[in-house]
């Protein structure tokens, strides 16, 4: 069976792109509150929603269950969701807002410092393979703050202007966070034997 192809556009940094929403005749039914569409539509994305969450709060509990009430969520809102973004980018906004929310709970600190007291930034090279695992292991055993900054710079594409307001700390601190990440996580690889950094 063919769906028919709906053609969004996305204007980012004032360039135009198109892409295709080839889950819109599933979103729809959705909206209709067809239950086999919302279970379809679940298992397209758990996975990797489970994933964004994990890296940001490091936690599988917290994780599952944060994105299981932004699933909630996005349902219950499913009519905001205008095409304007594919539904992947929508629906990945909602899981880091509540896992964010999950993180406010905790009251996690981050370092106010200059970057001159971060560290050096050091060059990051892969030779070879890489054990996917092991990283994603290594990133969720650094601390919070270390790897909500690294998640959302590095992995989701997040500036640091835009962490800044997410998560109420000043420009310096996130990038000073992120170079602090970055060579917290190269110290831990190494020591798993995973040399992957110059």
């Known amino acids: 069976m063919r769906f028919p192809v709906v053609i969004a556009s996305e204007t980012v940094n004032n360039v135009e792109t198109e892409y295709q929403n080839i889950h819109q005749p599933l979103i729809d039914r959705c909206k209709r509150g067809d239950r ?42 499913l009519d ?43 060059e990051w090279n892969y030779p070879g393979e890489v054990d996917l695992k092991r990283i994603q292991q290594a990133i969720r055993a650094l601390p919070d703050g270390y790897r909500v900054v690294l998640s959302l710079h590095l992995i989701e594409g997040y500036n640091h202007e835009e962490i800044s307001q997410i998560l109420k700390i000043s420009n310096s601190a996130s990038r000073t966070q992120y170079l602090r990440a970055k060579n917290k996580l190269k110290d831990i690889l190494k020591n798993q034997e995973l040399y992957i950094f110059n």
Do not use: H
């Not at 990945?92 to 050096?120: H, Q």
């Open 80 to 122: 905001s969701y205008q095409g304007k973004v594919s539904f992947g980018a929508w629906l990945r906004k909602i899981v880091i807002n509540r896992s964010l929310d999950y993180l406010k709970k905790r009251k996690i600190k981050f370092e106010e410092v200059t970057e001159r007291n971060a560290g050096p930034d050091e």
């Open 36 to 77: 086999k569409a919302q279970s379809e539509l679940y298992n397209m994305y758990c996975k990797s929603m489970f994933s964004v969450s994990l890296r940001i709060l490091g936690n599988a509990a917290d994780a599952e269950d944060a994105m299981q009430e932004a699933f909630l969520s996005a349902f219950r809102n």
